[in-house]
């Protein structure tokens, strides 16, 4: 089943501690994105790839980093959780960019940072 | 500044009538539409999606009209049904501008039965 798998679905952490949220899709899809949901503002995105080792800011990338090393894997890594990203977080892969392209969405992590 | 906007937090309508979600975009490089919807605890899904080049694009009961002129496009649905109820993103790319996704703010659609 083609899917893009987050874990862990639900974190609750505190502020300044170290956390990474795993992101993998089996579609052998090029593009990867993050994102996240704040009520009245929509998905906005944190940061994308648009292939293996090439990762690009989004929006909101402060606080935020990425790697992608393999082209299934696009990790997203807060070095020092503050409160302000309490969210939900989406990971997305798409076949290419642009034109449209279908995206691909993660069920969501529920992030609360206290 | 929000380039999408979707100025109704909320919608609700009854079981068997149209429902209609708007969008408004400001900036003239996107090039393409889409529509998501996402029910509680999933990730949203691709529902439609429409080209700068057409003004309308029809799957099943799912209807996207582009104005490129106002720079708006709605979603209609007919007949609306209760499994409809979701929360609808509209976004939108453009090849110029590295092909990325601007979302909306999002509509809530409750259909009553």
């Known amino acids: 089943e083609a899917q893009v798998t987050q874990n862990p679905r639900y974190l609750i952490t505190v502020t300044g501690k170290k956390l990474t949220v795993t992101c993998s899709q089996n579609?052998?899809?090029?593009?990867m994105s993050w994102y996240r949901q704040d009520p009245g503002l929509g998905l906005r995105q944190i940061y994308y790839?648009?292939?293996?080792?090439?990762?690009d800011k989004g929006d909101v990338p402060e606080g935020y980093k990425v790697s992608r090393k393999e082209k299934r894997n696009f990790p997203l890594i807060l070095e020092s959780p503050s409160p302000n990203q309490t969210s939900l977080y989406f990971c997305?892969?798409?076949?290419?960019f642009g034109r449209g392209t279908e995206a691909f969405f993660g069920q969501g992590t529920r992030l609360t940072v206290v | 500044d929000q380039q999408v906007k979707q100025n109704s937090p909320s919608l609700s309508v009854q079981e068997g009538r149209i429902s209609i979600l708007n969008c408004d975009y400001t900036?003239?490089?996107?090039?393409?539409f889409l529509w998501y919807k996402k029910y509680p605890a999933e990730g949203p899904t691709f529902l439609i999606s429409?080209?700068?080049?057409?003004d309308k694009n029809e799957d099943g009961r799912f209807t996207v009209f582009l104005n490129k002129s106002a720079k708006h496009l709605s979603l209609h649905i007919v007949p609306s049904q209760p499994g409809d109820s979701a929360v609808y993103f509209c976004?939108?790319?453009?090849?110029?501008?590295?092909?990325?996704?601007?979302f909306g703010q999002g509509t809530i659609l409750t259909v009553h039965p």
């Open positions: 997305a892969s798409s076949l290419s």
């Open positions: 579609m052998n899809h090029e593009y």
């Open positions: 790839s648009m292939n293996v080792e090439v990762t």
């Open positions: 900036n003239s490089m996107f090039d393409y």
């Open positions: 429409i080209s700068s080049i057409k």
């Open positions: 976004a939108a790319s453009g090849v110029v501008l590295g092909g990325k996704l601007t």
